[in-house]
Protein backbone atom coordinates (compact mmCIF):
# COMPACT_ATOMS: atom_id res chain seq x y z
CA UNK A 1 0.00 0.00 0.00
CA UNK A 2 1.38 2.82 -1.28
CA UNK A 3 1.76 5.76 1.67
CA UNK A 4 2.03 8.84 0.00
CA UNK A 5 -0.65 11.72 1.22
CA UNK A 6 -2.21 14.46 -0.49
CA UNK A 7 -4.24 16.18 2.84
CA UNK A 8 -4.75 19.68 3.76
CA UNK A 9 -5.09 20.69 7.34
CA UNK A 10 -8.04 22.99 7.95
CA UNK A 11 -9.10 24.81 10.92
CA UNK A 12 -12.91 26.37 11.26
CA UNK A 13 -13.75 27.97 14.78
CA UNK A 14 -17.32 28.36 16.34
CA UNK A 15 -17.61 31.56 17.89
CA UNK A 16 -20.86 31.95 20.12
CA UNK A 17 -22.25 34.75 21.79
CA UNK A 18 -25.13 35.78 24.12
CA UNK A 19 -27.56 38.94 23.64
CA UNK A 20 -30.52 39.27 25.63
CA UNK A 21 -32.60 39.84 22.16
CA UNK A 22 -30.99 37.32 19.97
CA UNK A 23 -30.10 34.66 23.12
CA UNK A 24 -27.74 32.44 21.73
CA UNK A 25 -25.70 33.68 18.50
CA UNK A 26 -23.37 32.27 16.60
CA UNK A 27 -20.39 34.04 14.14
CA UNK A 28 -20.68 33.42 10.63
CA UNK A 29 -18.96 34.65 7.35
CA UNK A 30 -20.42 34.24 3.55
CA UNK A 31 -18.06 32.88 1.26
CA UNK A 32 -16.56 35.08 -1.33
CA UNK A 33 -15.00 31.96 -3.19
CA UNK A 34 -15.75 28.58 -4.71
CA UNK A 35 -16.90 26.21 -3.54
CA UNK A 36 -20.17 27.38 -2.08
CA UNK A 37 -19.34 31.21 -2.92
CA UNK A 38 -22.14 33.31 -1.48
CA UNK A 39 -22.91 30.56 1.22
CA UNK A 40 -22.44 30.70 4.76
CA UNK A 41 -20.17 28.76 6.71
CA UNK A 42 -17.91 29.00 10.01
CA UNK A 43 -14.57 31.16 9.82
CA UNK A 44 -11.68 29.62 8.76
CA UNK A 45 -9.27 27.81 6.05
CA UNK A 46 -5.73 26.25 5.22
CA UNK A 47 -3.21 26.04 8.08
CA UNK A 48 0.12 28.01 6.44
CA UNK A 49 3.70 25.71 6.61
CA UNK A 50 4.87 27.80 9.32
CA UNK A 51 1.88 28.17 11.74
CA UNK A 52 0.80 26.38 14.60
CA UNK A 53 -3.14 25.18 14.41
CA UNK A 54 -3.64 27.64 17.12
CA UNK A 55 -2.11 30.86 15.14
CA UNK A 56 -3.98 29.35 12.00
CA UNK A 57 -7.40 29.24 13.90
CA UNK A 58 -6.26 33.04 15.47
CA UNK A 59 -5.30 34.44 12.03
CA UNK A 60 -8.18 33.14 10.38
CA UNK A 61 -10.85 34.71 12.40
CA UNK A 62 -8.87 38.04 12.25
CA UNK A 63 -8.84 38.13 8.63
CA UNK A 64 -12.45 36.85 7.75
CA UNK A 65 -14.53 38.33 11.20
CA UNK A 66 -12.15 41.14 12.76
CA UNK A 67 -12.39 39.27 16.09
CA UNK A 68 -9.85 38.60 17.87
CA UNK A 69 -10.15 35.78 20.80
CA UNK A 70 -7.16 34.97 23.41
CA UNK A 71 -8.96 31.66 24.26
CA UNK A 72 -10.40 29.21 21.65
CA UNK A 73 -10.80 25.44 23.00
CA UNK A 74 -10.17 22.71 20.22
CA UNK A 75 -13.44 20.55 20.02
CA UNK A 76 -13.04 18.04 17.22
CA UNK A 77 -11.81 16.97 14.41
CA UNK A 78 -13.56 15.90 11.29
CA UNK A 79 -12.00 14.52 8.67
CA UNK A 80 -14.84 12.45 6.47
CA UNK A 81 -13.37 11.65 3.04
CA UNK A 82 -15.31 14.39 0.58
CA UNK A 83 -16.31 17.06 2.99
CA UNK A 84 -14.68 19.47 0.71
CA UNK A 85 -15.22 18.82 -2.98
CA UNK A 86 -11.26 20.30 -4.12
CA UNK A 87 -9.39 17.80 -2.31
CA UNK A 88 -8.98 15.93 0.90
CA UNK A 89 -9.34 18.31 3.75
CA UNK A 90 -8.69 17.44 7.71
CA UNK A 91 -10.99 20.44 9.90
CA UNK A 92 -9.96 20.92 13.63
CA UNK A 93 -12.51 22.48 14.43
CA UNK A 94 -12.28 25.53 17.77
CA UNK A 95 -14.63 26.63 20.08
CA UNK A 96 -15.17 30.05 22.11
CA UNK A 97 -17.87 31.72 24.14
CA UNK A 98 -17.20 35.61 23.59
CA UNK A 99 -19.38 38.99 23.96
CA UNK A 100 -20.64 40.07 20.97
CA UNK A 101 -20.58 43.94 21.70
CA UNK A 102 -16.87 43.59 22.68
CA UNK A 103 -16.34 43.18 19.06
CA UNK A 104 -17.04 45.39 15.34
CA UNK A 105 -16.81 42.58 13.06
CA UNK A 106 -15.48 43.11 9.77
CA UNK A 107 -15.43 40.53 6.61
CA UNK A 108 -12.20 40.80 4.97
CA UNK A 109 -10.18 37.87 2.63
CA UNK A 110 -12.01 35.37 1.13
CA UNK A 111 -14.74 37.08 3.11
CA UNK A 112 -17.38 39.15 1.62
CA UNK A 113 -19.75 39.81 4.83
CA UNK A 114 -19.66 38.05 8.61
CA UNK A 115 -22.77 38.29 11.07
CA UNK A 116 -24.37 36.88 14.29
CA UNK A 117 -27.34 34.52 13.68
CA UNK A 118 -29.46 33.43 16.30
CA UNK A 119 -29.21 29.45 16.87
CA UNK A 120 -32.74 29.62 16.20
CA UNK A 121 -32.36 31.26 12.80
CA UNK A 122 -29.84 29.42 11.00
CA UNK A 123 -28.75 29.95 7.21
CA UNK A 124 -28.05 26.52 5.46
CA UNK A 125 -23.94 26.40 5.95
CA UNK A 126 -21.28 25.47 3.64
CA UNK A 127 -18.99 21.84 3.66
CA UNK A 128 -20.05 19.86 7.21
CA UNK A 129 -20.37 23.11 9.33
CA UNK A 130 -23.55 22.15 10.05
CA UNK A 131 -22.24 19.01 11.92
CA UNK A 132 -19.24 20.60 13.62
CA UNK A 133 -21.58 23.39 14.67
CA UNK A 134 -24.05 21.37 15.95
CA UNK A 135 -21.08 18.86 17.90
CA UNK A 136 -20.20 22.55 19.20
CA UNK A 137 -23.46 22.70 20.51
CA UNK A 138 -23.84 19.88 22.23
CA UNK A 139 -20.39 20.33 24.09
CA UNK A 140 -21.53 23.73 25.13
CA UNK A 141 -24.89 22.09 26.76
CA UNK A 142 -22.61 19.44 28.39
CA UNK A 143 -20.32 22.26 29.63
CA UNK A 144 -22.97 24.15 31.43
CA UNK A 145 -23.00 20.97 34.21
CA UNK A 146 -19.56 21.32 35.32
CA UNK A 147 -18.72 25.04 34.21
CA UNK A 148 -19.88 28.21 35.18
CA UNK A 149 -19.23 29.12 31.55
CA UNK A 150 -22.39 31.16 31.70
CA UNK A 151 -20.62 34.31 32.86
CA UNK A 152 -18.28 34.24 29.96
CA UNK A 153 -21.41 35.11 27.46
CA UNK A 154 -23.24 37.74 30.22
CA UNK A 155 -22.10 41.66 30.96
CA UNK A 156 -20.46 42.72 33.58
CA UNK A 157 -23.59 43.34 35.61
CA UNK A 158 -26.66 41.22 34.54
CA UNK A 159 -30.11 40.87 36.18
CA UNK A 160 -30.20 37.31 37.81
CA UNK A 161 -33.02 36.48 34.84
CA UNK A 162 -30.61 36.67 31.96
CA UNK A 163 -28.86 34.11 33.33
CA UNK A 164 -32.04 31.75 33.53
CA UNK A 165 -32.56 32.75 30.19
CA UNK A 166 -28.91 32.09 28.88
CA UNK A 167 -29.27 28.57 30.21
CA UNK A 168 -32.60 27.44 28.50
CA UNK A 169 -31.46 29.00 25.75
CA UNK A 170 -28.48 27.27 25.46
CA UNK A 171 -30.16 24.03 26.95
CA UNK A 172 -33.43 24.32 24.99
CA UNK A 173 -35.54 23.53 27.30
CA UNK A 174 -37.44 25.37 30.52
CA UNK A 175 -35.57 25.14 33.88
CA UNK A 176 -36.58 24.60 37.43
CA UNK A 177 -35.65 28.61 37.87
CA UNK A 178 -36.29 28.40 41.91
CA UNK A 179 -33.82 25.75 42.50
CA UNK A 180 -31.49 27.34 40.06
CA UNK A 181 -31.15 30.13 41.81
CA UNK A 182 -31.08 28.60 45.24
CA UNK A 183 -27.82 26.25 43.63
CA UNK A 184 -26.41 29.18 41.32
CA UNK A 185 -26.33 31.39 44.82
CA UNK A 186 -25.31 28.40 47.14
CA UNK A 187 -21.66 28.12 45.33
CA UNK A 188 -21.33 31.97 46.61
CA UNK A 189 -19.45 32.85 43.69
CA UNK A 190 -22.17 35.89 42.80
CA UNK A 191 -22.36 39.19 44.43
CA UNK A 192 -25.22 40.91 44.88
CA UNK A 193 -24.50 45.00 43.64
CA UNK A 194 -26.58 48.01 44.83
CA UNK A 195 -27.55 48.46 41.35
CA UNK A 196 -30.88 47.62 39.52
CA UNK A 197 -31.83 47.05 35.84
CA UNK A 198 -34.90 48.14 34.07
CA UNK A 199 -36.43 46.51 31.14
CA UNK A 200 -39.30 47.07 29.61
CA UNK A 201 -42.70 48.21 32.47
CA UNK A 202 -41.84 45.42 34.97
CA UNK A 203 -40.53 45.49 38.43
CA UNK A 204 -36.82 46.83 38.92
CA UNK A 205 -34.35 43.85 39.28
CA UNK A 206 -31.42 43.67 41.37
CA UNK A 207 -27.79 43.17 39.64
CA UNK A 208 -25.12 40.65 40.54
CA UNK A 209 -21.61 40.34 38.73
CA UNK A 210 -19.31 37.05 38.81
CA UNK A 211 -16.84 37.58 41.09
CA UNK A 212 -14.00 35.62 38.96
CA UNK A 213 -11.02 35.91 41.71
CA UNK A 214 -13.28 34.26 44.37
CA UNK A 215 -13.85 31.56 41.74
CA UNK A 216 -10.78 30.99 41.16
CA UNK A 217 -9.33 30.79 44.68
CA UNK A 218 -12.22 28.21 45.36
CA UNK A 219 -11.03 25.85 42.54
CA UNK A 220 -7.61 26.01 44.24
CA UNK A 221 -9.15 24.39 47.45
CA UNK A 222 -10.90 21.94 45.55
CA UNK A 223 -14.14 23.54 44.39
CA UNK A 224 -16.33 21.57 42.32
CA UNK A 225 -19.09 23.41 40.37
CA UNK A 226 -21.83 21.21 38.91
CA UNK A 227 -25.49 21.82 38.23
CA UNK A 228 -27.89 18.63 37.14
CA UNK A 229 -30.73 19.61 34.57
CA UNK A 230 -33.32 17.29 34.53
Not at 79 to 94: E, I, L, T
Amino acid sequence: MSSIQNINVAVDAVVFGYSSEKHLTVLLIKRGLEPYKDAWALPGGLVLEDESLETAVQRELKEETGVTIDYLEQLYTFGKPGRDPRNRVVSVSYFALVKPHHFKIQADTDAIEAQWFAMNQLPILAFDHSVILETAKQRLKAKLTYQPIGFDLLGKEFPFSDLEHLYTSILEKDIDRRNFRKKILSFDILEETNKMSQKGSGRPAKLFRFNTKKYNALLKEGFHFEIKFV
